[in-house]
C-alpha cells in the first residue's frame, strides 16, 4: 500500500477533523500531493494539493478559507485540517499523489483507499 489515509469520522457540522495521509517514502516522493473527496452518486473533485518543493497550496473554492493542507516531510504524511464543517463536505475522502499539480483525479498516478467523513446537520 502506497498511501493509507485515516482520520475520518462523523461530526456536528461546525466542527473540525483532521484527515492524514501516510505514504511509502517513494510515493511523498510525488512532486505534488492532493486531496479528492466523492459524495454518493457524484464525480470524485479536486479538495486541495500541495508542492513538494515550495510548499505552494492550491483549494477548490467550495474549501477555501476553512481547510488547510500541509505535509510533514520527516513522517512522509500529508494532513487536511478541516474546519467550520458543512453537511456539503459529506463524503469519502482520497488523498493522491502525482508529477504535476492538476485538479482532475487522472492527474495523479497514486491513490489511497479513502476514509469516510459524514458531518451531520
Known amino acids: 500500500v502506497q498511501l493509507q489515509a485515516s482520520g475520518g469520522g462523523l461530526v456536528q457540522a461546525g466542527g473540525s477533523l483532521r484527515l492524514s495521509c501516510q505514504a511509502s517514502?517513494?510515493?511523498?516522493?510525488?512532486?505534488?500531493m492532493g486531496w479528492f473527496r466523492q459524495a454518493p452518486g457524484k464525480e470524485r473533485e479536486f479538495v486541495a494539493a500541495i508542492r513538494k518543493n515550495s510548499g505552494t497550496t492550491y483549494y477548490a473554492d467550495s474549501v477555501k478559507g476553512r481547510f488547510t493542507i500541509s505535509r510533514d516531510s520527516a513522517k512522509n504524511t500529508v494532513y487536511l485540517q478541516m474546519n467550520s464543517l458543512k453537511p456539503e463536505d459529506t463524503a469519502i475522502y482520497f488523498c493522491a499523489g502525482g508529477s504535476y499539480y492538476d485538479i482532475v483525479p487522472s492527474g495523479y498516478t497514486h491513490w489511497g483507499q479513502g476514509t469516510q467523513v459524514t458531518v451531520s446537520s
Open positions: 517514502k517513494r510515493t511523498f516522493s510525488s512532486y505534488v
